[in-house]
């Protein structure tokens, strides 16, 4: 794992790029409260003029997760741009701009916690109450922090029996709140998959989102890009389809799989244990989003 260079701080690397895409949960906070050194790393690329997008899987629009992150402790001010999977979601909804999405119908069954209901506002649909009235279903997360996949399956089943067409607007499997992991979207999503229902995602990895990303800051190229994240299947995975440099933080969602912590530090052996069969490496490593 040696190609994997294993770095303290982002300031040797800062030079070497012009671009920071970053993700937030597990990198820039916990859900609960922002990390200081992680804000204090976005201070440093900020004074050296860098350009900063931070882009999150979270499904819901871009406003609100900017809005969020100042309650969290992350200034607006230290960012050029804020994009999410739900900012995607909502334009593809609002525009129809293929033909799955013309075909979709205007009766929406919304399955998510109360605080995603903001994704529907400016949209032009029906949603209604009960999957019978239903043209296809808006998966924004699940209703509960203590649900599982067992949860949903009987629902889930009803969906196939109808073959409704799901939209996902977060394709993560789990995140880590306040310590506490609980199922994303992209749990749920998966496990409709497996029963044979149609799902299309929005968000990482799919580099249709980085991309949108640089063109809002009007950058041309993936060169002089570099992606952070926690996630190998969703940040460093979407950096390279999209011919980005990434920098993986290791105290994130995989934390647990590598056996950090209990005076564990990270190392060689520590990335082997995720690294090992991925086609997927990232330019360098630490455990934390620090300068």
């Not at 082997?272 to 455990?287: H, I, K, N, W, Y």
């Amino acid at each position: 794992m040696s190609e994997i260079a294993l770095i303290s701080g982002l300031a040797p690397l800062a030079e070497d790029y012009d671009v920071f895409i970053i993700d937030l949960w597990g990198v820039l906070h916990d859900g609960m409260t922002a990390f200081p050194e992680a804000v204090a790393c976005l201070e440093a690329l900020k004074a050296r003029k860098k350009t900063v997008i931070i882009l999150s899987n979270a499904p819901r629009r871009a406003e609100s997760v900017a809005a969020r992150n100042s309650e969290l402790g992350i200034p607006a001010a230290l960012c050029d741009l804020v994009m999410s999977s739900g900012e995607e979601t909502w334009r593809h909804l609002r525009e129809r701009p293929t033909p799955w999405y013309q075909a979709l119908g205007r009766r929406c069954y919304h399955l998510g916690p109360e605080r995603d209901i903001v994704i529907r506002e400016g949209l032009a649909y029906d949603f209604v109450d009960n999957v019978e009235g239903s043209d296809f279903i808006l998966l924004t997360g699940a209703l509960r922090t203590e649900d599982s996949l067992a949860t949903y399956q009987a629902f889930l089943s009803s969906l196939q029996a109808r073959r409704l067409p799901m939209v996902c607007a977060n394709p993560d499997l789990e995140v880590i709140r306040g310590g506490r992991r609980e199922i994303c979207a992209g749990t749920i999503a998966r496990g409709y998959e497996a029963l044979g229902g149609e799902v299309t995602y929005h968000g990482k990895p799919d580099p249709r989102i980085y991309a949108n990303c640089l063109q809002q800051v009007e950058k041309n190229s993936p060169e002089g890009v570099l992606v952070i994240g926690d996630s190998l299947r969703t940040d460093l995975a979407g950096a390279a389809r999209s011919g980005m440099d990434s920098l993986f933080i290791a105290e994130g969602i995989h934390a647990d799989e590598m056996g950090l912590g209990a005076g564990v530090a990270l190392g060689e052996r520590q990335l082997r244990a995720l690294f090992d069969g991925s086609e997927v490496r990232p330019r360098a490593a630490m455990t934390r989003l620090r300068w």
